[in-house]
């Protein structure tokens, strides 16, 4: 054993910590920010993705001016939120990933909202606005609560009370055209 009680080559000698001090902090690999981290990277890439897509359909498609205004609000604001997370994971230390394919689940409102024209689509396309950002709203609210602290963690703080604007938004509209 050695003199602090610990034996030698211990897991603190193991992990790279030097006698003296902790180690120094160098990029981190992948995986090294944990499956969490990631899991959450993926899923707000994939929601500012399909928040893009379909604002961009609901632009061109919607006769409706707030639907529109909503529409092209979400292309800009999640355009942001999208450079936002890369600067994060720049921050982090780790590789700014390509963006992600949507989820089935996203594929298919993406599908049902393309099926549908006129006041359909204004009320079909906010109803999956007031759904994509509660689910939204979970993700970046259980990162920010148990993710690991850093710049990750840091943008989903930040992001949060966001996604909670453009649901509350969301669903004003949605009480208008329901």
Sequence with gaps: ???????????????????????????????????????????????????????????????????????????SAHTKTTMGLKVAIHKAGMPVPPPPALTDEQMHMMSDLKATHGPDFDKTYIDQQVQAHQMTLDVMQGYAQNGRPGPIKDAAIKTAPLVQHHLDMAKEIQGHIG
């Excluded at 180690?23 to 981290?37: A, E, L, S």
């Design 1 to 75: 054993m050695a003199p602090d009680g610990m034996q030698q080559g211990s897991g603190a000698m193991r992990s790279g910590m030097q006698p003296g001090g902790p180690m120094q902090p160098g990029p981190m690999q992948p995986g090294m920010m944990g499956d969490h981290t990631m899991d959450f990277v993926t899923k707000a890439a994939q929601s500012d993705e399909f928040e893009k897509s379909e604002g961009l359909l609901a632009e061109r498609r919607s006769h409706n001016p707030h639907v529109k205004k909503f529409a092209a609000m979400m292309v």
